[in-house]
């Protein structure tokens, strides 16, 4: 299972920051960039308003006490994400050892689109030749190369045989993933 997925950690309520500092401190001096990639600690901003009738932006936790990490399942990283201080373990996981089940893609983007980021990294993951499967909308399903890729709207043009047929079609981030 080398796929990189997103998986629910959790940690003590109130450092998910330090956490998530810590977490990315450990996966470079431990050389492990290549299987822990993201950590995200998903937030929104909200108006609030202070005694004085006042309206001022506040960062608010969506999930206090939880982090999200984009990572591949080894043995080594999951050890490094499990024992980096204010880490209590895993959602997902019976405990015992056992691996903890990753996020539904799905769920990773209903989070992330509300914090205006997309579960796909355009700059890092996707580049114009590359294959994808379509995993939603009216192509689902269906295998394709990209052909252009419009970083400002995160949609990707994509080569598909439809039909017999090779078709240009456009797809959201949110409806495909690298094959």
Known sequence: ???????VVNTYSGHENKVKEKLEMRANSMDMKDYIFRVIVPEEKVMVEDKNGVQKEKVKKLFPGYILVEMIMSDEAWFIVRNTPGVT???????????????????????????????????????????????????????????????????????????????????????????
């Open 1 to 7: 299972m080398d796929e990189k997925q997103w998986y």
């Open 89 to 179: 373990g895993f959602i997902g996981s019976s405990g015992k050892g056992a691996k903890p089940t990753p996020l539904q893609p799905y769920e990773v983007d209903n989070i992330l689109n509300s914090m205006g980021m997309n579960r796909i990294d355009i700059k890092n993951d996707l580049k114009i030749g590359d294959s994808i499967k379509i995993v939603d909308g009216p192509f689902s399903g269906m295998f394709g190369k990209i052909e252009s890729i419009d970083e400002e709207n995160k949609i990707v043009n994509a080569n598909v045989d439809l039909f017999g047929q090779e078709t240009t079609i456009e797809c959201e981030l949110s409806q495909i993933k690298k094959a």
